[in-house]
């Protein structure tokens, strides 16, 4: 298998080249029948991952936790759950995927922990050293300090009965929120992570990294503008010296890939955090692209816009083009699956499913492929608020129906199948077996009732599935550093079907073209691309011309890639 992982010079490091597999483990592979995925269940799909082609492997949190938001809610940092397993189930997967050459990447979640953990134990008690661990406010029962909400809903702080003050969560009132401005909470986490470094992990990916800096006096938001406070919290005042410090203190001189979660984050806020003058992260995960359906908040969606999704896009290729690096995603395990939202996932699945890995192994950046992704998993029927296992919707339905927006279920149903994050969360689908050969239990959350027709054991004997060609995907995407490297540039920004851009490095050239519509369509290629020589190197449509025609005729949701012939020697080859 060809792997880029070998890694190269500053210029080139291996996690620009890599394509990263994104794991939630509670819903991945259960080895024990408790319902519950595990480390044991992931080892064992080892060579699934290696086959695949994938560099590397996000772990979603595995520590020791309540599991109040399926453990981005930690109480130990240095445990697995142990529905997860233990250490040595730990090690076992880092020695398969690294004897295959895979790489692993942890969840680190600091600008919280659970109540559960000892330090907000002991906080709560005002023991010595750790009263000030955490955002504490002294006041009246019934008079929260500000009125920041929490990204969950609901206030974002809550009063403890024990201390007798409030504590701020910008999350569930189960994950309060750390207090950075003590040393000795960052030296605490620093030592953690250096733990976890020695154990031999090889980047992590930091949980909403830029909310860990508040403004100080912790004023009023302004209750206009979105989610309130979100101005105090969001790459708040002091985020890129504490970046800078754990950098400094714990991250120089690895080859590690660290990319932070930055809700928020504008092009020049990241320009900040990534690039050769930045705070030392790899990258960000940027959301203005999955925030482009949102109305006033997450459950209130309309279409995609096209021509606004290329747009921005276009803005963060070009942003980070020269400083910097982008991460390309379209799904994770907090948003609905791709397929059902930028995609069709009834008619054009399969067909649309490619053309979105299409857009993601094709873009400047590193791909991240979501769990099922690349199988076409789709959003998922909720029949019942009961199947809702996730606290983010369960606050939402109760809320809706509370505050009298929504009479019962049923009026939010639609909203909710469309949102939800339990839509990521449902158990991959492996075979037509029973639960799709997830367990051998009972899932904790019900499995996607599609598994028969979707699943793994189907799409691996199927030269046309949905794996097959992200297989080729990312096999081209090892091949060619125009894929990886080249300058992006968009064509056509109006269409509002077709996205369609060039990519450049030295003398090579490529040309792809997405017909993002149900609808056939066809595309006058733009006077400035230069047809000549570009080859048709995958497309997910049977009949497409092996070289560029002065207008394509495209199916709905037909993608193609049109490539110059690799030169030799190549950048970073
Ligand atoms: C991040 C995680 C999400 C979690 C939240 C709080 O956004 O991706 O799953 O609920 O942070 O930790």
């Known amino acids: 298998m060809s792997r880029r992982n070998a890694g190269g010079d500053d210029d080139h490091p291996w996690w620009k080249e890599a394509v990263v597999y994104q794991v939630y483990p509670k819903s991945f592979n259960d080895s024990d029948g408790d319902g519950i995925g595990d480390l044991a269940g992931l080892a064992r799909r080892a060579d699934y991952l290696d086959d695949l082609g994938v560099d590397a492997v996000w772990l979603c949190p595995v520590y020791g936790s309540p599991m109040a938001d399926n453990g981005y809610d930690i109480s130990d940092y240095r445990s697995i759950h142990p529905a997860y397993g233990d250490m040595d189930d730990w090690r076992q997967v880092r020695d398969v995927l690294h004897e295959r050459d895979i790489r692993l990447v942890m969840d680190l979640v600091v600008n919280h ?26 006041g009246e029962p019934d008079e929260p300090p500000n009125n920041w909400e929490s990204i969950f809903g ?306 691996r004997s199927d030269p046309d599935s949905v794996l097959s060609y992200y297989r080729e995907l990312i096999a081209l995407r090892h091949e060619r550093d125009l894929l990886v490297y080249g300058e992006f540039e968009l064509l056509a920004p109006d269409d509002p079907d077709v996205f369609a851009y060039s990519r450049r490095l030295d003398g090579e050239r490529g040309l792809i073209v997405l017909n993002v519509a149900a609808d056939a369509t066809s595309f006058d290629v733009p006077a400035e691309v230069d047809r000549d020589g570009l080859e048709l190197v995958i497309a997910n449509a049977d009949d497409a011309p092996a070289t560029v025609p002065a207008t394509l005729d495209l199916d709905p949701y037909e993608a193609r890639v049109y490539l110059t012939p690799s030169q030799e020697g190549g950048v970073g080859r």
């Open 154 to 459: 609901g206030p974002a702080w809550s009063y403890d009965e024990a201390r007798g003050e409030w504590y701020l969560h910008l999350f569930d009132e189960k994950q309060p929120d750390l207090n950075w401005r003590n040393s000795a909470v960052r030296e605490d986490v620093h030592g953690m992570m250096q733990w976890w470094l020695d154990e031999g992990v090889d980047g992590f990916r930091m949980d909403v990294i830029n909310l860990i800096s508040k403004t100080e006096g912790l004023p009023d938001g302004d209750p206009e503008a979105g989610l309130t406070g979100a101005e105090h919290f969001m790459n708040g005042p002091r985020v890129h010296d504490r970046l800078r410090e754990m950098h400094d203190r714990v991250l120089d001189d690895r080859d590690l890939l660290v990319v932070g979660e930055t809700p928020g984050a504008s092009v020049a806020d990241a320009r900040e955090y990534v690039g050769p003058n930045g705070d030392g992260l790899s990258m960000v995960f940027q959301f203005e692209h999955v925030t482009v359906d949102h109305g006033d908040d997450k459950w209130t969606t309309a279409d995609v816009p096209l021509a606004e999704f290329k747009e921005i896009i276009a803005k963060w290729q070009a942003g980070l083009a020269d400083e910097g690096w982008n991460s390309v995603y379209l799904s994770n395990h907090d948003q609905p699956r791709m397929v059902s939202r930028f995609g069709d996932d009834g008619e054009y699945r399969r067909k649309s499913a490619k053309l979105l890995g299409t857009l993601t192994h094709t873009l400047q950046g590193t791909p991240f492929v979501y769990q099922g992704e690349e199988i076409g998993m789709t959003n998922a029927p909720f029949e019942s608020p009961d199947e809702l296992r996730d606290v983010e919707a369960k606050n939402y339905v109760e809320r809706a129906v509370e505050h009298g927006e929504a009479d019962c279920y049923e009026d939010v149903r639609e909203t909710v199948e469309a949102t939800a994050r339990d839509n990521a969360r449902t158990p991959m689908q492996w075979s037509d077996d029973t639960h799709a050969g997830f367990t051998d239990g009972e899932p904790w959350i019900e499995c996607n009732p599609n598994y028969a027709e979707v699943n793994v054991e189907r799409a």
């Open 113 to 138: 922990t659970s109540d559960e953990h000892e330090w907000f134990r002991r906080s709560r008690r005002e023991e010595d050293g750790y009263a000030d661990y955490y955002h504490w406010w002294e």
